[in-house]
């Protein structure tokens, strides 16, 4: 009998109006998030690690210019992209994270390569950038990650005087995109038919931040964890929020010591003191027997996921 294998992904969670999703939009978001889930399944169903299944799912999205990763990042208030990173594998909980890029098409791509071909988890701005070059990574313009929507956004936060902790956290009475105050992260997690799990995330950050700031998607425990026998998680939302409570790591200790199950684990932390504190977001968590949950105190989360027996589901809407 072959062991189940299962992949989910998320591409940020937040406020997402459906009075602004138009059908082009919102089937172009559909398509991405559908192409990505299958880009990871395609590794697993030919016997590949969970490790390359979520890399291959996230870069997708990296390539997208609708999701806050890669291509399409926010950008800082000096108007430049800094991206941030971090994979894991759980069957030695082996992990890699880089942050504040500027230069890497995929940083997710870079992250693993931290994980594989160095002695180290972390590497930083220009230090990771040398690492990514000497390891074949292409030098990439900034121009490439640039969008108008990203621009625009960045103007508006600085007009306002306003640092945003989410992709535009800012009020206003008519946003121009249905997902302005969404918090941009993409992410995946997945049970390869060995029995691993592994985890993904990726971001551009927040929008207009300045000072080198990195949120919880390079912080292992934090945005990213992954042990095999227990659990896979990528989260996403208040950066600052999710390291305070090292949301990705709690899924796993509640789920360890007090055996509660992977949609158990996910809601209390979720609904639970996170939330108390103001900490908006969601997460993705896989278990050992591929069961997926997805948790969100916001109103959407982009996600899509392909289950044990193959069956894909896509979702935009907490009530979908």
């Known amino acids: 009998m072959s062991q189940p294998f299962s992949i989910a992904i998320h591409g940020g969670a937040g406020t997402i109006l459906r009075s602004q999703m138009d059908d082009t939009l919102r089937q172009e978001i559909l398509d991405a998030l559908e192409k990505s889930v299958r880009a990871g399944h395609q590794v697993l169903s030919k016997g590949g690690d969970a490790l390359d299944a979520v890399v291959e ?13 890669g291509r399409g990042s926010v950008l800082t208030h000096r108007e430049i992209v800094e991206m941030d990173a971090s994979v894991m594998h759980g069957k030695q909980c082996d992990a890699g994270a880089i942050a504040g890029v500027r230069h890497i098409k ?5 992250a693993r390569d931290v994980m594989t071909k160095s002695d180290h988890v972390l590497l930083i701005g220009e230090g990771a950038e040398e690492f990514a070059f000497e390891n074949g990574h292409a030098y990439t313009e900034q121009d490439y990650f640039v969008t108008d929507r990203r621009y625009d956004q960045l103007q508006s936060m600085k007009d306002k005087g306003l640092f ?34 592994a985890a993904a995330t990726s971001t551009g950050g927040i929008t207009n931040k300045k000072y080198g700031r990195v949120g919880d998607s390079a912080l292992i425990g934090c945005g990213t964890y992954a042990e095999n026998g227990n659990v896979a998680v990528s989260a996403t939302g208040m950066g600052e929020y999710f390291i305070r409570k090292t949301v990705a790591g709690d899924v796993a200790a509640r789920m360890r010591y007090l055996g509660e199950s992977v949609s158990q684990a996910s809601e209390q932390v979720i609904q639970g003191d996170l939330k108390a504190m103001g900490g908006e977001g969601g997460l993705i968590a896989m278990d050992q027997n591929g069961a997926v949950h997805f948790a969100m105190n916001s109103s959407g989360m982009y996600r899509a996921c392909i289950d044990p027996d193959g069956i894909m589901s896509i979702k935009i809407y907490v009530d979908d």
Not at 61 to 66: N, S, V
């Open 57 to 69: 799912a996230v870069k997708v999205m990296e390539d997208c210019p609708h999701f806050n990763a």
């Open 106 to 110: 995929n940083p997710i791509a870079l």
């Open 164 to 197: 945003a902790l989410s992709e535009a956290s800012y009020e206003e009475e008519s946003p121009q995109y249905p997902d302005d105050k969404k918090f941009g992260t993409v992410g995946a997690v997945a049970l390869d038919q060995q029995g691993n799990l």
